[in-house]
């Protein structure tokens, strides 16, 4: 449980702290963002669309933030299509990539309301901890380890 978990209304100025272990290497975490080695997620979602892929240089275990030179990590952001009684839908499909779903994240926009448990629709028993005012056209990043194409989350697309 972080302070903003706590005091929703402190999102203004502090950020949502991210486990850099699970995130790209040179990940920061912004008020309503978070940027890759200085590139906004938010910004790269307006300009490609959602879902898109965001893959970089995996942390290499406690080494603090070092570059790895040859594991990767992804971060898919996608938009929500529709939450409604805690289940949310997202447009991607993120059911086979391992998501650290715990890192999942609002982009775009800061929430003030509390943090309810939402059930991501198609990814069996996964719940995450979300503002409880996501609604649909919120977008989301979510850190995967590996190395994904947007062709593996891309709904309606054969593996």
């Not at 040179?26 to 890759?36: I, P």
């Not at 005012?133 to 697309?157: Q, S």
Request: glycine share 8%; net charge negative; proline share 8%.
């Amino acid at each position: 449980m972080t302070l903003t978990s706590i005091l929703p209304t402190l999102r203004d100025s502090i950020p949502l702290p991210i486990d850099r272990s699970r995130w790209p290497a040179r990940s920061v975490a912004l008020l309503d963002d978070v940027t890759v080695a200085a590139m906004s997620l938010r910004r790269y979602a307006e300009l490609c669309g959602t879902p898109c892929t965001c893959t970089a240089p995996a942390v290499i275990p406690l080494s603090g933030g070092m570059p790895s030179p040859d594991a990767s990590t992804t971060v898919v952001v996608a938009t929500v299509v529709d939450a409604e009684e805690c289940e949310l839908e997202l447009d991607a499909d993120l059911e086979h990539l391992s998501p650290a779903w715990g890192e999942m994240r609002l982009i775009g926009r800061i929430s003030h309301a509390y943090e309810v448990l939402f059930r991501i629709s198609g990814a069996g028993a996964a719940l995450v901890s979300l503002p409880g005012d996501i609604r649909a056209g919120d977008r989301i990043a979510i850190p995967c380890p590996g190395c994904h194409t947007l062709g593996e989350v891309r709904r309606g697309t054969a593996r």
